[in-house]
């Protein structure tokens, strides 16, 4: 039987360094992108918190008679509207995020290639790409 052998390329600590500071650049990025793609309002009449507990309360008493079908299309919709509540209710505001992503995103971009157009197409606004670096021309 052979003898077990060691990775043949252990990772340095300089290496390790670097994975984690790309996971924390990465967390800041995916979470300040999150909150300016749900501070984005749809289309259409705005929905509240009371109207959407209304509806919920509606699919309560459709739910008695409602048919096999019908039954399973209300309930899905019930999961929906009480997912939609929740976020309402944990709402964060890019703002907050803000500073932490003008800190991390120069590097971001660099490392993964991504364009100040990118960053446009996506919603962020001119001003905090230039306070993060990261210009037309980069």
Do not use: C
Not at 41 to 63: D, F, M, N, W
Not at 79 to 104: I, N, Y
């Amino acid at each position: 039987m052979a003898a077990k052998r060691g990775p043949k390329n252990s990772i340095t600590d300089q290496h390790k360094a670097a994975m984690a500071e790309g996971r924390v650049e990465g967390r800041v990025v995916r979470e300040y992108l999150e909150a300016l793609r749900n501070s984005k309002g749809k289309p259409g009449r705005k929905r509240t918190p009371e109207s959407v507990a209304r509806r919920i309360k509606a699919i309560e008493s459709e739910l008695q008679g409602a048919n096999p079908v019908r039954e399973l299309e209300l309930i899905q919709e019930r999961f929906d509207l009480e997912r939609e509540l929740a976020t309402m209710q944990t709402k964060v505001d890019p703002k907050t995020l803000e500073v932490g992503f003008t800190k991390v995103a120069g590097s971001y971009s660099k490392r993964k290639g991504i364009t100040y157009a990118a960053w446009r197409a996506v919603g962020v606004e001119p001003a905090v790409l230039k306070k993060a670096g990261i210009s037309r021309s980069n």
